[in-house]
């Protein structure tokens, strides 16, 4: 069981570890449905199916490339209606009653993950941001943690979702890492072949198994 010391450094990875990235899918579709007055022609459903497919949303809407880029403008840039796990609510709250300094680290557009953050009520309680768009970089890349500073004897725990990026350089790094064991919806696939240098440490099936001594 892993545990976590008091004052460490949490690093957390935003989507589908934090909260379910098919909900944002799923936002997003409403918003641009909306805003594009395309209610009456599909809904957000249907288009989450067209989308698990690997269909292309836009050509099934029947857009044109303005309304495609219109349509792509409004689903990065919309506040989403999403929400934390539940457990991984208690856990942040928990993290910042034994004193760790909360860091969330993501890949995606700023404007986008930015606007997660704040919608899932993120703003007050994350010391740092780092998103890969901001950075230039991605995670599997030793610059894209530069900008965090460990200072000697603090501990450093990363949890993520996925065994292709969120690992791999926290390995590297010495940080003790966890992998979220998928829910059912994740949208990145844990059952692959990967080397070993992109496993977590341990696995665990909810935030509620992390212990702070």
């Given amino acids: 069981m892993p ?8 690093v957390l990875d935003l989507d589908d570890t934090l909260y379910s990235e098919r909900s944002f899918q799923r936002s997003g579709f409403n918003a641009l449905l909306s805003e594009l007055n ?6 957000a459903e249907s288009l989450m199916r067209v989308s698990m497919h690997g269909e292309d949303i836009f050509q099934y809407l029947g857009l044109s490339d303005n309304g495609k ?25 928990l993290a ?8 969330i680290a993501t890949e995606g557009r700023s404007i986008t993950q930015r606007n997660k953050v704040t919608a899932l009520g993120l703003d007050g309680l994350v010391d740092l941001l780092l998103i890969s768009e901001e950075i230039g ?13 460990v200072s000697a004897g603090i501990d450093v725990v990363m949890i993520g979702d996925n065994p292709i990026k969120d690992f791999l350089i926290p390995n590297s790094l010495g940080w ?13 696939d ?8 992109h496993r977590a440490i341990f696995t665990i099936k909810t935030f509620s198994e992390l212990e702070f001594n």
């Avoid at 990065?76 to 208690?90: G, M």
């Fill in 137 to 149: 970089c991605t995670k599997v890349v030793d610059s894209f943690y530069e900008s965090l500073e």
């Fill in 38 to 43: 395309l209610t009456g022609l599909a809904d």
């Fill in 176 to 188: 003790q890492t966890v992998m979220l064991a998928e829910r059912g919806n994740n949208v990145h």
């Fill in 69 to 93: 880029d219109r349509a792509l403008e409004i689903y990065r840039s919309h506040i989403p209606n999403i929400e934390l796990y539940e457990d991984a609510a208690d856990f942040i709250a």
């Fill in 190 to 197: 844990q059952h692959i072949e990967i080397e070993p240098s």
């Fill in 3 to 10: 545990q976590i010391s008091q004052g460490s450094i949490v």
């Fill in 96 to 103: 910042r009653n034994k004193y760790c300094s909360i860091v």
